[in-house]
């Protein structure tokens, strides 16, 4: 079974920066892609970014473009996000997950980012 576990998340002021990561276990290897996705009180999950390991390709929601990167961590299974200039809006649990032929297949428990003004 394929486990994600994050780690970071916590409390930030608007125009702060900070890193979660997300480590994976278990049958990772046909994996193709990991990624990030939220959701914020009363709003739909929504995709934050993701990176596809055979095409090192990084993509990201308009919304988080040009503020957060997501790398691969070293070689492994795992990545992190890296967010600068919060804002009040990116406020929302953060879910980690990997992708299996052209699916999001498992989730990570999430962790809470909160921005205050």
């Known amino acids: 079974q394929v486990q994600l576990v994050e780690s970071g998340g916590g409390s930030v002021q608007a125009g702060g920066s900070m890193r979660i990561s997300c480590a994976a276990s278990?049958?990772?290897?046909?994996?193709?892609?990991m990624g990030w996705f939220r959701q914020a009180p009363g709003k739909e999950r929504e995709f934050v970014a993701s990176f596809h390991w055979s095409a090192r390709r990084q993509t990201y929601a308009e919304s988080v473009k040009g503020r957060f990167t997501i790398s691969r961590d070293n070689g492994r299974i795992a990545v992190i996000l890296q967010m600068d200039s919060l804002k009040v809006d990116d406020s929302a649990v953060y879910y980690c997950?990997?992708?299996?032929?052209?699916?999001?297949?498992?989730w990570g428990q999430g962790t809470q980012v909160t921005v205050s003004s």
């Open positions: 997950a990997i992708k299996y032929n052209s699916q999001w297949a498992y």
């Open positions: 278990g049958p990772t290897r046909t994996s193709v892609a």
